[in-house]
């Protein structure tokens, strides 16, 4: 068998060269990891008997190594049935159900790791390694004292980015975290000077303007209340003669009005009834 060089720049493909899988890989690399939803319900997990969980076809996709470039998919073509063990009489536990990657067995394929009993349990973190790489796509509940799995105690956990996600090809990828921290950072920016400017104003509008407007409103009042002074309304049951009037007042007596006689019409006297003295 031909050896095959590894080297550090790579091309794919090129005429007559020999390639290892790594190589390969490479077709891949800007796909993101995660189930491939080929079969539109993916590694579809169901309860089984007593306690047993049965998961469904699926397509994944994997890298090889932590931070690697390019990856392996993995395919379950048919149901896959794990057998859980007993409960554990006093505390629960949370059981994984993933996906691993093995480079020292060259292997890939589904696995069943026991969660450990507690009376505050804790889940399986998927382990990323220069040697192996896997996801988690379920959590299995397994209830203290419970003979039984039921569908309610399976939880998904494709949707989980960190555990697994799902895979994006190469073309189809965005990089949105470069550009929803660059908008977190210019709002949280925009937050803080908006702060600074309502901050500078609300202090000036205590010190200074605020001050001034209440001058100018209490300015209006006395203006208003002089105005009160100046006019002086005189009705029928409280007219005021000439010689008791003040100076500088105006005097409106209301009943200073003549009937024309004529439709009913309503003629004023020339100087409404006003008269300053």
């Given at each position: 068998m031909k050896?095959?060089?590894?080297?550090?720049q790579?091309?794919?493909p090129?005429?007559?060269?020999?390639?290892?899988?790594?190589d390969l890989?490479?077709f891949?690399?800007?796909?993101?990891?995660?189930?491939m939803?080929v079969?539109?319900?993916?590694f579809?997990?169901?309860?089984?008997?007593g306690?047993?969980t049965?998961?469904?076809?699926?397509?994944?996709?994997l890298l090889?190594?932590?931070?690697?470039?390019g990856?392996?998919?993995?395919?379950?073509?048919d149901?896959?049935?794990?057998?859980?063990?007993?409960?554990?009489?006093?505390?629960?536990?949370?059981?994984?159900?993933i996906i691993?990657?093995?480079?020292?067995?060259?292997?890939?394929?589904?696995?069943?790791?026991k969660?450990?009993?507690?009376?505050?349990?804790?889940k399986y973190?998927?382990?990323?390694?220069?040697?192996?790489?896997e996801?988690?796509i379920?959590?299995?509940y397994?209830v203290?004292?419970?003979g039984?799995?039921?569908?309610?105690d399976?939880?998904d956990?494709i949707?989980n980015?960190?555990?697994c996600?799902?895979?994006?090809?190469t073309?189809a990828?965005?990089p949105?975290?470069?550009?929803d921290?660059?908008?977190?950072?210019?709002i949280s920016n925009?937050q803080?000077d908006f702060?600074?400017?309502?901050?500078?104003i609300?202090?000036?509008?205590?010190?200074?303007?605020?001050?001034?407007?209440?001058?100018q409103?209490?300015?209006l009042?006395n203006k208003?209340n002089?105005l009160?002074d100046?006019?002086?309304?005189?009705?029928e049951?409280?007219?005021?003669?000439?010689?008791?009037?003040?100076?500088?007042?105006?005097?409106?007596?209301?009943?200073?009005?003549?009937?024309s006689?004529?439709?009913n019409?309503?003629?004023?006297?020339?100087n409404?009834?006003?008269?300053k003295?």
């Amino acid at each position: 068998m031909k050896e095959v060089k590894k080297m550090a720049q790579k091309c794919f493909p090129l005429n007559d060269v020999d390639y290892l899988a790594e190589d390969l890989r490479l077709f891949h690399a800007g796909r993101t990891v995660g189930v491939m939803q080929v079969t539109g319900n993916d590694f579809h997990t169901v309860a089984g008997a007593g306690m047993q969980t049965i998961v469904g076809k699926g397509v994944a996709y994997l890298l090889t190594q932590i931070d690697g470039l390019g990856g392996v998919v993995y395919a379950n073509t048919d149901n896959v049935v794990f057998n859980h063990d007993v409960a554990d009489a006093l505390f629960n536990r949370y059981d994984a159900i993933i996906i691993r990657y093995d480079k020292e067995t060259n292997a890939c394929a589904l696995k069943l790791i026991k969660g450990t009993p507690s009376s505050e349990p804790t889940k399986y973190i998927p382990k990323r390694s220069e040697t192996e790489y896997e996801l988690v796509i379920k959590y299995v509940y397994i209830v203290a004292g419970v003979g039984t799995i039921t569908n309610s105690d399976i939880k998904d956990a494709i949707l989980n980015e960190e555990l697994c996600g799902i895979a994006v090809d190469t073309l189809a990828k965005i990089p949105t975290k470069q550009y929803d921290d660059q908008m977190k950072s210019w709002i949280s920016n925009s937050q803080a000077d908006f702060k600074k400017w309502f901050d500078d104003i609300k202090n000036q509008l205590t010190e200074d303007a605020a001050g001034n407007l209440q001058n100018q409103i209490n300015s209006l009042n006395n203006k208003v209340n002089d105005l009160k002074d100046i006019f002086v309304v005189m009705e029928e049951d409280s007219y005021i003669p000439p010689e008791e009037r003040k100076i500088g007042r105006l005097y409106f007596n209301t009943t200073d009005r003549v009937e024309s006689g004529f439709n009913n019409e309503i003629r004023v006297s020339p100087n409404m009834g006003l008269k300053k003295v």
